[in-house]
């Protein structure tokens, strides 16, 4: 038998380096076993692609939920009320949760609202769709359809479109409805008191006047840190102060950012004043030539 040409050899049947000792095998779940719902999100970890980053999102944020300051030890500067262990114990740390309008559209919306008002996360940035989206909601149903329905066809019979799902305008208008007569007693309170109203202290007015456990803005009249700073046409300056304070002072910070533009800068920008969040998931829908992933991770 002739031998195989040298050149060839080497080039195709070239030897491998060892494999350091701490990588690990690609292994999916083997389900001729027993699984826990934790055991099954566990094991995307191990399975490789897209699945591997979201197993390493979901132990960030278990990570997050973790921490308590008892974790650390006790820094020489400590402040004498972190010295106490109870303190210590009960501290944790502060979740930044924002997220782009559309996930309020979806029925992302109540798992949202769970967060919040089991206090899950400690502050909340997103946009001014991401508010209106939730009031709306309580006022009429969100429906489910297709992405690829035609757009003249649906305006002319009163019907808009959000991805897959559709909203009817009538929806709208008693969202304009209901809030019209709110915002002329907010700026008859303005004018009579010279009260500046911030996108955050809007919001937990709405909150109120909603009176809809359903909203998920119904909660921030329980002064939740909500920061919708796409309303420029509001007083900004003080949520942004408050977000960054917020940002400073926690022992240890964590941001969670589905999708980007404001949410995700504002949410960063904050980070910045305390040189950086401790953990950090990023979901947002672009590609990497487009110098984003489906996941950051730290």
């Not at 094991?43 to 692609?49: D, L, P, Q, T, V």
């Not at 782009?100 to 919306?109: A, D, K, M």
């Not at 002329?184 to 109203?197: H, P, S």
Request: overall charge neutral; charged content about 20%; some cysteine.
């Amino acid at each position: 038998m002739a031998s195989i040409p040298t050149a060839a050899s080497s080039a195709v049947l070239q030897r491998s380096e060892p494999v350091p000792e701490e990588s690990i095998s690609v292994q999916g779940p083997n389900f001729e076993l027993p699984h826990t719902l934790k055991d099954f999100l566990q094991s995307y970890e191990r399975i490789g692609f897209q699945a591997h980053s979201l197993g390493k999102a979901i132990d960030i944020v278990n990570r997050m939920r973790r921490w308590r300051l008892s974790d650390d030890p006790i820094s020489p500067d400590e402040t004498e009320m972190y010295l106490s262990p109870q303190i210590r114990a009960q501290t944790r740390c502060n979740i930044f949760l924002g997220y782009t309008s559309n996930l309020i559209s979806s029925g992302l919306r109540e798992i949202i609202l769970y967060l919040v008002k089991h206090k899950h996360v400690a502050a909340i940035v997103t946009t001014a769709g991401g508010i209106e989206e939730d009031f709306i909601k309580c006022l009429g149903k969100t429906y489910l359809a297709s992405f690829d329905l035609d757009g003249a066809n649906l305006r002319k019979r009163g019907m808009n479109r959000i991805g897959n799902l559709i909203v009817p305008n009538d929806n709208y208008c008693k969202f304009e409805d209901w809030l019209t007569p709110i915002l002329d007693m907010m700026l008859a309170e303005q004018k009579e008191t010279g009260r500046v109203w911030t996108p955050s202290s809007f919001i937990r007015r709405l909150g109120m006047e909603i009176n809809n456990e359903e909203s998920v803005y119904y909660w921030a009249h329980d002064l939740f840190p909500f920061f919708p700073f796409a309303w420029l046409d509001l007083d900004i300056v003080k949520d942004i102060r408050d977000l960054n304070e917020l940002s400073r002072k926690s022992k240890k910070a964590g941001m969670i950012i589905l999708g980007g533009g404001v949410c995700k800068h504002q949410i960063a920008n904050a980070m910045l004043i305390r040189n950086g969040a401790d953990y950090s998931v990023f979901i947002v829908s672009c590609v990497t030539t487009t110098q984003a992933m489906l996941l950051y991770l730290n």
